[in-house]
């Protein structure tokens, strides 16, 4: 069993719409929780990052950290096509934010 | 601001050849790692280097190999390629080590053949 699980789609919905994301994990020392952006032919990008339980906004989206329940979500608001990506969950323990442990993302299209 | 910068783009190689990777972190950044990327396993983390010094590793062979320069440029080394070996290797800087909001270069694509 893989430390982070991640749904890898494809996920294709309508322009507009309320995107989610998630992504569970098993090793409970995870303190560091990201959420990161792939377009093709590119590095990731960061989106989101948290740490420990809680919500965090940016804009068009929210990242939340439920640590009970080992689950980890991103939301997209008002989706556009080009949030037409890979997104990549990924977290570390407590020896800080490097040593990133990624889910295998999850493919996403926004249709126009 | 230059980002993360990595070359050659992409390179294809013999198996059983040797290869280096380059990496140049963003301005100021001290903390390098790198990753693996494949379609089977996704990401996963090869190695971090803060002040020349390898800070954390991951389960990876020891064909696998990196440093850091004191201007924190890095490079990674594989020898003894193998098919398995192909994949999008990236590299991401940081500021400090430890230090959350690691930047990706777009990685150097590896076809061994």
């Known amino acids: 069993q893989k430390e982070v699980e991640q749904d890898p789609g494809p996920l294709s919905v309508p322009e507009g719409a309320i995107v989610s994301l998630n992504c569970t994990y098993s090793n409970s020392a995870f303190q560091y929780f990201m959420w990161y952006r792939q377009y093709s032919r590119k590095g990731p990008e960061l989106l989101m990052y948290?740490?420990?339980?809680g919500n965090k906004e940016d804009g068009r989206f929210t990242a939340q950290v439920d640590k009970s329940s080992k689950y980890i979500s991103l939301f997209i608001r008002d989706s556009q096509p080009s949030d037409s990506a890979t997104y990549l969950c990924?977290?570390?323990?407590?020896?800080?934010?490097?040593?990133?442990?990624f889910g295998q993302g999850t493919r996403l299209t926004i249709n126009p | 601001k230059a980002g993360v910068t990595q070359t050659p783009r992409y390179l294809i190689k013999t198996r059983g050849q040797q290869v280096t990777l380059s990496c140049s972190p963003i301005?100021?950044?001290?903390?390098v790692s790198w990753y693996q990327q494949t379609p089977g396993q996704g990401l996963q983390f090869l190695f971090e280097y803060f002040s020349e010094t390898q800070r954390n590793k991951g389960n990876f062979p020891g064909r696998f190999s990196g440093r850091q320069f004191s201007n924190s440029r890095s490079e990674m080394n594989v020898s003894t390629l193998e098919l398995g070996d192909s994949a999008l290797y990236l590299c991401?800087?940081?500021?400090?080590?430890?230090?959350?909001?690691?930047?990706f270069g777009s990685g150097t694509r590896l076809t061994v053949v």
């Open positions: 990924a977290m570390s323990g407590a020896e800080g934010a490097q040593k990133l442990v």
């Open positions: 991401a800087s940081s500021l400090d080590w430890g230090a959350a909001g690691y930047t």
């Open positions: 301005s100021g950044h001290r903390s």
């Open positions: 948290t740490y420990s339980s």
